[in-house]
């Protein structure tokens, strides 16, 4: 025995699962809005590709995969239970 006291959660046996950090308000919004804004910039960006005739499937899949991924993270931040499993 040190002496000290314990004051983290390990210590006490009452072990709290923090949440990671991206997933706490505000970031998981400003990251949200971040890939939002991404996934719009991204499919704009094909489109423009597309028009030009440059680069064969790959803006298809820029115009397919950009917003999919913003949904898919803005899922993860926003909506997600990191507790739940």
Do not use: C, H, K
């Amino acid at each position: 025995m040190s002496g000290e006291s314990s004051t983290s959660a390990e210590g006490s046996g009452n072990a709290v699962a923090t949440r990671p950090w991206s997933t706490r308000r505000p970031q998981n919004l400003i990251l949200s809005a971040v890939l939002i804004a991404l996934g719009i910039a991204l499919a704009i960006q094909g489109v423009v590709y597309v028009g030009q005739g440059v680069g064969g499937v790959i803006p298809y899949f820029i115009i397919l995969l950009g917003p999919a991924l913003a949904v898919y993270y803005t899922w993860y931040f926003t909506i997600r239970d990191p507790e739940a499993g």
